[in-house]
Structures are given as C-alpha cells and as structure tokens.
C-alpha cells in the first residue's frame, strides 16, 4: 500500500512555472507507475502525464506535451511534475496515483492510490 501526499500548487499568471511533487510513503514506491490527473471546476478529472516505475517511460496528454515533464526519484519516494508556460486553461485540482499496472495508463481505474490533491490556478 502506498500513500501519496501532493505540494506546491498555488496562484501564478500566464506563462509562468509551477512545480508540483507528490511524495510517498511505502517501501516499494518503486514498483508502481505513477500518473497526474486533474479536474478542473464543473468538469471531469482528466490524465495529464504517466510515469512508468523506473522513470524510463513517459506519456503526456496533448494538452500539455511540450510544456509539462513528468519525472520521479525513487530514493527520495517522490515524484515531480514541472509545469512550464502556464495557461488559465491548466487551472485545476492536481491529483497524483499510484498504479501496479506494468503498461502505459491513462485511465484513472487503473490507478488504485491517489492523493488529496493540490490547487494550481493560472491567473490570465
């Protein structure tokens, strides 16, 4: 079992950088893959990025490739998701999970660990 605890969301204008981390409890944080969704207000959670267990597997949603990277450093049980060149449109709660799955996942069932989540709201 692991638990997940997310940080660093907050207020910035347009075109600035945040960088959210999601640290975990657990001894085997290194077996899961790992996802960031987010659910903006009146809408459905969303996949944003994927990280395979040992970091060496990507994938990002269209909506933030090129601007977003996802990476994790498993002796410190954390992972990183540095967001560049905001837009008002990325303003959402921020959930990180955890997945056992051994593919590339983008579906949220599929990730059995989530944390509390983080606001980050992108001001225009």
């Known amino acids: 079992q692991v638990q997940l605890v997310e940080s660093g969301g907050g207020l910035v204008q347009a075109g600035g950088s945040l960088r959210l981390s999601c640290a975990a409890s657990?001894?085997?944080?290194?077996?899961?893959?790992m996802g960031w969704f987010r659910q903006a207000p009146g809408k459905e959670r969303e996949f944003v990025a994927y990280?395979?267990?040992?970091?060496?597997?990507?994938r990002y949603a269209d909506s933030v490739k090129g601007r977003f990277t996802f990476s994790r450093d498993n002796a410190k049980n954390t992972v990183y998701l540095q967001m560049n060149s905001l837009k008002p449109e990325d303003t959402a709660v921020y959930y990180c999970?955890?997945?056992?799955?051994?593919?590339?996942?983008?579906?949220?069932?599929?990730?059995?660990?989530w944390g509390q989540g983080t606001q980050v709201t992108v001001s225009s």
């Open positions: 990280i395979s267990w040992s970091g060496g597997s990507t």
């Open positions: 999970a955890a997945s056992t799955r051994r593919i590339v996942t983008v579906t949220e069932t599929e990730y059995g660990y």
């Open positions: 657990g001894r085997t944080f290194s077996s899961y893959a």
